[in-house]
């Protein structure tokens, strides 16, 4: 993901308005990536930075969502059940995600280190999060 002054460069933001009026236009269907770079005629880094942005505009302003489907590429302003989806999709990878790190990363370190006060409390932090996202996945 780009640095924070890259996504809000005066750059980042021209590309933002451009990839908007792209998706704007293309409603209610979505733009795959190939697709939203040959309309906007911006580079792909152009518009990585664009739709990183553009999603801090859209929160900003409160503004209809920004989401991505395989199927259907970046749209803005999606139904409720594209939205639960996405939503859906985005926190099962996030929880995967967060499952590899715990096992890859934070149990190799207990393991190596038993009694460490970090690792203990780390551990239990971890575990709530994870109980937490697998809730809200599975609901």
Same mark, same amino acid.
């Given at each position: 993901?780009?640095? &924070?002054?890259?996504?809000?460069?005066?750059?980042?933001?021209?590309?933002? /308005?451009?990839? !908007?009026?792209? %998706?704007? +236009?293309?409603?209610?269907?979505? %733009? *795959?990536?190939?697709?939203?770079? !040959? &309309?906007?005629?911006? #580079?792909?880094?152009?518009?990585?930075?664009?739709?990183?942005?553009?999603? /801090?505009?859209?929160? +900003?302003?409160?503004?209809?969502? %920004?989401?991505?489907?395989?199927? /259907?590429?970046?749209?803005?302003?999606?139904?409720?059940? &594209?939205? $639960? @989806?996405?939503? !859906? &999709?985005?926190?099962?990878?996030? *929880?995967? +995600?967060?499952?590899?790190?715990?096992?890859?990363?934070? @149990?190799?370190?207990?393991?190596?280190?038993? !009694?460490?006060?970090?690792?203990?409390?780390?551990? @239990?932090?971890?575990? #709530?999060? $994870? #109980?937490?996202?697998? %809730?809200?996945?599975? @609901?």
């Amino acid at each position: 993901m780009p640095r &924070a002054s890259r996504r809000r460069g005066e750059a980042a933001q021209r590309h933002a /308005d451009t990839l !908007r009026f792209v %998706l704007f +236009e293309a409603r209610p269907a979505g %733009l *795959l990536f190939p697709q939203l770079v !040959r &309309a906007s005629e911006l #580079s792909p880094s152009q518009v990585r930075a664009g739709l990183a942005c553009l999603r /801090d505009i859209i929160a +900003e302003n409160g503004w209809p969502p %920004l989401i991505w489907t395989r199927a /259907d590429g970046y749209q803005l302003g999606a139904d409720r059940a &594209a939205l $639960e @989806a996405y939503e !859906r &999709a985005v926190l099962a990878e996030k *929880l995967t +995600e967060f499952r590899r790190f715990i096992t890859g990363t934070v @149990a190799l370190h207990a393991a190596a280190h038993p !009694r460490d006060k970090w690792i203990k409390h780390i551990i @239990a932090q971890l575990n #709530s999060i $994870e #109980s937490t996202l697998d %809730l809200v996945v599975s @609901a």
